[in-house]
Nanobody, 122 residues
Framework: QVQLVESGGGSVQAGGSLRLSCAAS?????MAWFRQALGKEREGVAA????????YYADSVKGRFTISRDAAKNRMLLQMNSLKPEDTAMYYC??????????????????WGQGTQVTVSS
């Protein structure tokens, strides 16, 4: 059973930055960040796959967020810049063994963290 623990959430003003971290108990997983705002469905934010370290981003965060992995520390990061109020949500780390299925489809991920709250004020 893979354990995922997120950290780094908080409250910032619009235009500010935060860096989220996801510590995994095992390495070599295809991993992603999802977020869920109140009253909305969970949506994929960004993903990084082990094969070639390919990255994916939702259109809404391209150019503002950067996903990366520190393989030596079994850690995935999400650098979030130019934050907007609409980025406010609970952010979840997710992992799956196989790269099959769309990167933004939550049901293909086997493991989930508990989430970390990000609040952006205008």
């Amino acid at each position: 059973q893979v354990q995922l623990v997120e950290s780094g959430g908080g409250s910032v003003q619009a235009g500010g930055s935060l860096r989220l971290s996801c510590a995994a108990s095992e390495s070599t997983y295809n991993m992603a960040w999802f977020r869920q705002a109140l009253g909305k469905e969970r949506e994929g934010v960004a993903a990084i796959y082990t094969s070639g370290e390919v990255t994916y981003y939702a259109d809404s965060v391209k150019g503002r967020f950067t996903i990366s992995r520190d393989a030596a520390k079994n850690r995935m990061l999400l650098q979030m810049n130019s934050l907007k109020p609409e980025d406010t949500a609970m952010y979840y780390c997710a992992a799956k063994r196989a790269p099959s299925g769309g990167w933004q489809i939550a049901r293909f991920y086997n493991y989930w963290g508990q989430g970390t709250q990000v609040t952006v004020s205008s």
